[in-house]
């Protein structure tokens, strides 16, 4: 069978089969199975939005009907916008998709549901699709019930937690300054009354101990440590053993912005990713897909299997369509609250001088793929390829940017050249065959 994995997909425009590469749209419908996130919730009118939301990725229920249209039935919901809508939202969107036949991933009406996994059953062998939200899942993880109190409807989470680690001159330094603000006082009889453990000589909270503070530990030299929350991933990986024994093939997808520093925008993953998609595959995974970014990250390859850091995304369009555009999202970035939807978007796209900026401004926002998997289990076949696209960010026509085209050879080589450099670390490089790219192990750089 063929098996089809996409990236991000934000839109709000209709008519997709007509309006984006129609090379694309016949290898999304003549796949077996197409697995994608949906990068949106789909409210009704009446549902509200969740304070605090920042940037809303939300769109009417109706657009959903353009997955049908492209045999996209398998999709991720969990993602750093599941609760742009609070529970009510995820709600009306599991009940949306569900409705059109679709099958929705990683979200759930409790934590059981939303961690199951998704099994496909075909002639060539049966797969398992398990899907993590990481991004602010914290935020929307969702809950068992128990002791009398419901389940909470939410995404299937892998929490996790960030220090600063500074060597002793800098951390004294910042602890005496925590000191003199009083913040440090405040910390030690919080702590004490809240029975909580308090700051110690090799670690504090600097900051607020009630509202925003960051960690700080002490060690050799400077380092941002991230860590994974132990519970989280120790279920996770548990429902990946699981799966391996009741199908042919797993794969775990993840929803991930998180990178190297606190870098949203770094090439390397955040530590604790990597050290995440590794354990997936030592319990029984056999592809780990990540997407998030908005941009291609590295390839690795863990016991022969691969790890895709980041896909990127299939369709990524911000300047047309009718997104759902709440007042406080201008608010958020600057404007009036009745201002207009291109006030928005066109000056995300270019500065008062009309140059490009933001996700317009580098060739790596408008480079993304897909991957083609050939699954057979009875003659044990696993293969895989890239198919390279792009986004067209810098399109003349504002309609046209965000919408994918099949990459033109000039596309693909920088697509080669680009992976293939970031994933040197990884030794693995990406091989261009017929307009497509395939991944080769090779020798480890230092």
């Given at each position: 069978?063929?098996?089809?994995?996409a990236?991000?997909l934000?839109f709000?425009?209709r008519?997709?089969?007509?309006?984006?590469?129609?090379?694309?749209v016949?290898?999304?419908?003549?796949a077996?199975?197409?697995?994608?996130?949906?990068?949106?919730?789909?409210p009704?009118?009446?549902t509200?939005?969740?304070?605090?939301?920042?940037?809303v990725?939300?769109?009417?229920?109706?657009t959903?009907?353009?997955?049908?249209d492209?045999?996209?039935?398998?999709?991720?919901?969990?993602?750093?916008?599941?609760?742009?809508f609070?529970?009510?939202?995820?709600?009306?969107?599991?009940?949306?998709?569900?409705?059109?036949?679709?099958?929705?991933?990683?979200?759930?009406?409790?934590?059981?549901d939303?961690?199951?996994?998704?099994?496909?059953?075909?002639?060539?062998?049966?797969?398992?699709?398990?899907?993590?939200?990481?991004?602010?899942?914290?935020?929307f993880a969702?809950?068992?019930?128990?002791?009398?109190?419901?389940?909470?409807?939410?995404?299937?989470?892998?929490?996790?937690?960030?220090?600063?680690?500074?060597?002793?001159?800098?951390?004294?330094?910042?602890?005496?300054?925590?000191?003199?603000l009083?913040?440090?006082?405040?910390s030690?009889q919080g702590?004490?009354?809240?029975t909580?453990?308090?700051?110690?000589?090799?670690?504090?909270?600097?900051?607020?101990?009630?509202?925003?503070?960051?960690?700080i530990?002490?060690?050799?030299?400077?380092?941002?440590?991230?860590?994974?929350?132990?519970?989280?991933?120790?279920?996770?990986?548990?429902?990946?053993?699981?799966?391996?024994?009741?199908?042919?093939?797993?794969?775990?997808n993840?929803?991930?912005?998180e990178?190297?520093?606190?870098?949203w925008?770094?090439?390397?993953?955040?530590?604790?990713?990597?050290?995440?998609?590794?354990s997936?595959?030592?319990?029984?995974?056999d592809?780990?897909?990540?997407?998030?970014a908005?941009?291609l990250?590295?390839i690795?390859?863990?016991?022969?299997?691969?790890?895709?850091?980041?896909?990127h995304?299939?369709?990524?369009?911000?300047?047309?369509g009718?997104?759902?555009?709440?007042?406080?999202?201008?608010?958020?970035?600057?404007?009036?609250?009745?201002?207009?939807?291109?006030?928005?978007?066109?000056?995300?796209?270019?500065d008062?001088?009309?140059?490009?900026?933001?996700?317009?401004?580098?060739?790596?926002?408008?480079?993304?793929?897909?991957?083609?998997?050939?699954?057979n289990a009875?003659?044990?076949?696993f293969?895989?390829?890239?198919?390279?696209?792009?986004?067209?960010?810098?399109?003349?026509?504002?309609?046209?940017?965000?919408?994918?085209?099949?990459?033109?050879?000039?596309?693909?080589?920088?697509?080669?050249?680009r992976?293939?450099?970031?994933?040197q670390?990884?030794?693995?490089?990406?091989?261009?065959?017929?307009g497509?790219?395939k991944?080769?192990?090779?020798?480890?750089?230092?």
């Open positions: 069978m063929q098996l089809i994995v990236g991000d934000l709000s425009s008519n997709l089969k007509e309006t984006i590469d129609p090379k694309l016949e290898l999304l419908q003549s077996d199975a197409v697995l994608a996130n949906a990068e949106f919730v789909t009704k009118k009446d509200p939005p969740a304070a605090g939301r920042g940037y990725t939300a769109v009417r229920p109706e959903l009907d353009e997955f049908t492209l045999n996209m039935k398998y999709l991720s919901f969990a993602n750093n916008h599941t609760g742009d609070g529970i009510t939202g995820m709600l009306d969107t599991l009940a949306e998709a569900r409705s059109r036949g679709l099958h929705p991933l990683g979200l759930g009406e409790s934590l059981f939303a961690r199951k996994p998704q099994f496909i059953d075909t002639r060539d062998g049966r797969i398992a699709i398990i899907t993590v939200a990481v991004t602010r899942s914290e935020v969702a809950s068992n019930a128990g002791n009398g109190v419901p389940a909470r409807p939410g995404v299937n989470p892998l929490r996790w937690e960030r220090s600063y680690v500074l060597p002793k001159p800098a951390f004294e330094a910042l602890a005496e300054i925590d000191h003199k009083g913040t440090r006082a405040s030690e702590s004490r009354v809240e909580w453990s308090g700051p110690d000589d090799s670690a504090f909270k600097f900051g607020s101990l009630w509202q925003e503070h960051v960690s530990e002490l060690g050799e030299d400077y380092a941002v440590r991230t860590k994974a929350n132990e519970q989280d991933q120790a279920d996770i990986l548990a429902d990946i053993a699981d799966a391996k024994n009741r199908a042919d093939y797993v794969f775990v993840f929803h991930a912005h990178g190297l520093n606190e870098d925008y770094a090439d390397e993953p955040a530590a604790f990713i990597e050290k995440f998609a590794k997936a595959i030592d319990h029984g995974a592809a780990v897909i990540g997407h998030g908005h941009f990250k590295g690795a390859l863990h016991q022969g299997k691969p790890i895709f850091y980041n896909i995304s299939l369709v990524m369009e911000f300047e047309s009718e997104s759902i555009i709440p007042p406080e999202m201008y608010e958020a970035y600057g404007y009036p609250t009745n201002s207009k939807p291109s006030t928005l978007h066109a000056n995300r796209a270019k008062k001088a009309g140059n490009w900026q933001g996700f317009n401004a580098e060739d790596r926002f408008s480079q993304s793929v897909l991957i083609s998997f050939d699954l009875d003659q044990e076949t293969d895989y390829h890239l198919i390279p696209i792009d986004l067209q960010l810098t399109h003349d026509r504002p309609s046209k940017r965000g919408r994918p085209k099949l990459a033109d050879p000039e596309t693909v080589t920088a697509i080669q050249e992976v293939s450099q970031i994933s670390v990884d030794g693995v490089a990406l091989i261009e065959a017929d497509v790219l991944v080769k192990q090779t020798p480890l750089s230092n």
